[in-house]
């Protein structure tokens, strides 16, 4: 699961949908793959204002990069350095957590990530 | 400027709404002169020749595209309209190497037959060489002939006109992505040329983001990533999307076809009970759920909790297990378009597209109303005919919010809920019923 993917998801208990700790869901025991990928500078921009910034640096750190700004970058920040650009891309579109957990600050449900792919069926109890 | 468009003549429903939405992919003036479900010649305008092959580049149920010279009901109405439009472009033509070419459709001509009309164009200064196998230029004259003109005897087409060729579409990608060639499908797969379709239609475009809450073997991703769309998945069956790993995958796919840059994420969850953040983030989602006719409709949750009070506790005991497979139950149909219309509009960005394919009886006293919402407005509905029943692929555009009725939405919210009113796959959904019962109506 992309790290980009993360900043999207939240805890699928719906009594969680509404409380700030919920979100982002927090990787346990993650196993990190890097993935090279051509950037594609379009869909960084596109998905810059879509992305919960707040919540990328909590990932960000707690999968071991280096602190981001306190803001998001521009669309011509980006567009004007190609480092930073490159950076965002690696971040969000070749690292992925392959095999873990991610867990809700909220309610501490854990959802379980094999080969990539993260479930998030609940048992009937949180339905 | 005019054009024609030459249809392949299949899916008639759809290929306005194609045409139309790769006229919003590439942001360009179109407007439909001339149109006929029964006819394969589509008269278009557009600003210029430029325009007219971006339009018809990415187009699945379109075939090429022609510069419009001139049009009849009769052959010299047709020379008629070809000497008041064109002088002014022959000079352009005068050394090009070219043919001329003839395209009757349900009309048949002998060899000279066709030859004889061709002849008839002797009065365009054309001096440069003809070549049959590599020409620069290619004219074509388009008939449209009545049903059955051949057995009938009739001699004279409709209606004729002529064109420039100027461009072919993407048809070919039909083949490309057909499914017998696809390393890793299901019985549920969408077949390449409506999977295509989908994702034109729901303006799939490079720097976009999609998604497919019924994902499958992934049929719409692959899709909509071909067209340059950035593709997430999900699906309640995660064995679905992992296939048997490698090449057998839903991923495999995307490898199969050289699109890994396009593949975002597939995840395992339920539409009902969905991870996803309620933003916008969704440039466009393309859907085929589930009517549990080859594929069961069901979602998390127990179908009778007061008998099975052991499958609660099992879940409390069990749930964190890696192994541990939730309980699910059988789903409402209708209920489930609902949650896809809601959930498109609190996900989709403004004016992104919600394309989902729903099935109906023919039969107007059992057709299958189509759902609303007032953050969400009907693109267009295309309709795929079967013996007793149809199945339809209905767009919606998410309204800008400051456009949405107040009116509308606070009567939405007090509307009433579809409700579960039973608990089996066949009380939960009337086209499954009907469909096993050959849609008779009830004595």
């Known amino acids: ?127 | 400027m005019e054009f024609i468009i030459k249809f392949a003549q299949t899916h008639e429903t759809f290929r306005v709404a194609e045409i139309e939405s790769l006229a919003v992919v590439e942001k360009l003036d179109l407007k439909i002169i001339e149109y006929d479900a029964d006819s394969p010649v589509c008269v278009v305008q557009l600003p210029s020749v430029e325009d007219a092959k971006r339009l018809i580049k990415r187009s699945i149920l379109a075939q090429s595209i022609h510069e419009l010279w001139g049009q009849g009901l009769t052959l010299d109405e047709l020379h008629e309209s070809v000497k008041k439009n064109t002088p002014h472009l022959w000079p352009q033509y005068k050394m090009a190497c070219f043919k001329f070419d003839m395209d009757a459709y349900r009309g048949a001509h002998t060899s000279k037959g066709r030859l004889a009309i061709i002849n008839t164009f002797s009065y365009l200064p054309f001096e440069g060489p003809i070549s049959l196998s590599k020409p620069n230029e290619v004219f074509t004259v388009f008939e449209q002939w009545k049903h059955n003109s051949v057995p009938l005897g009739i001699e004279f087409p409709d209606k004729i006109w002529m064109g420039r060729f100027l461009a072919n579409s993407a048809r070919d990608l039909v083949l490309k992505y057909d499914l017998k060639k696809r390393d890793y499908i299901s019985t549920t797969s969408m077949d390449s040329e409506l999977a295509l379709i989908t994702a034109n239609i729901s303006l799939a475009a490079p720097g976009k983001m999609f998604y497919d809450p019924f994902a499958g073997t992934g049929s719409f991703p692959i899709a909509c990533a071909h067209f340059g769309a950035m593709t997430w998945g999900s699906d309640i069956d995660g064995r679905s999307m992992r296939g048997d790993g490698a090449k057998k995958s839903l991923y495999g796919n995307f490898e199969q076809y050289g699109l890994r840059a396009g593949f975002g994420d597939v995840f395992t969850s339920d539409m009902t009970n969905s991870p996803m953040r309620r933003v916008p983030m969704w440039d466009g989602i393309v859907a085929d759920p589930p009517y549990g006719v080859r594929e069961g409709l069901r979602v998390l949750g127990l179908k009778d909790p007061e008998k099975t009070p052991w499958l609660i506790e099992a879940g409390i005991k069990k749930g964190k297990d890696p192994d541990y497979v939730p309980p699910k139950k059988p789903y409402s149909f209708l209920a489930m378009l609902d949650d896809i219309l809601v959930f498109a509009s609190e996900t989709l960005v403004e004016n992104g597209r919600v394309s989902f394919w729903m099935p109906t009886a023919n039969d107007e006293d059992q057709e299958i109303p189509m759902p609303t919402h007032p953050c969400l407005e009907t693109v267009s509905v295309c309709v795929q005919a079967f013996y007793k029943w149809s199945r339809r692929l209905i767009t919606y555009r998410r309204i800008p919010n400051r456009e949405v009725s107040q009116a509308a939405l606070e009567a939405y919210a007090a509307r009433q809920k579809v409700v579960n009113t039973g608990t089996s796959a066949d009380d939960l959904n009337p086209f499954r019923n009907g469909y096993f019962k050959g849609f008779k109506t009830d004595e």
Not at chain 1, 25 to 45: F, R, Y
Not at chain 1, 58 to 77: I, Y
Not at chain 1, 99 to 116: D, I, P, Q, R
């Open chain 1, 1 to 127: 699961m992309k790290v980009l993917t993360l900043n999207f998801l939240t805890c699928a208990v719906k009594a969680c949908k509404s409380s700030p700790a919920s979100h982002p869901l927090h990787p346990k025991d993650a196993e990190l793959v890097q993935d090279e990928l051509e950037v594609n500078p379009d869909m960084i921009v596109n998905v810059l204002p879509r992305l919960d910034w707040t919540a990328l640096r909590t990932t960000s750190s707690e999968l071991g990069f280096p602190p981001l700004p306190d803001q998001p970058p521009t669309a011509e920040e980006l567009e004007a350095d190609d480092k930073k650009l490159k950076d965002l891309h690696h971040l969000l579109l070749e690292t992925s957590i392959s095999e873990g957990k991610l867990v809700c600050g909220n309610c501490g449900h854990e959802y379980a990530v094999k080969e990539g792919i993260a479930n998030f069926l609940l048992p009937s109890h949180l339905v």
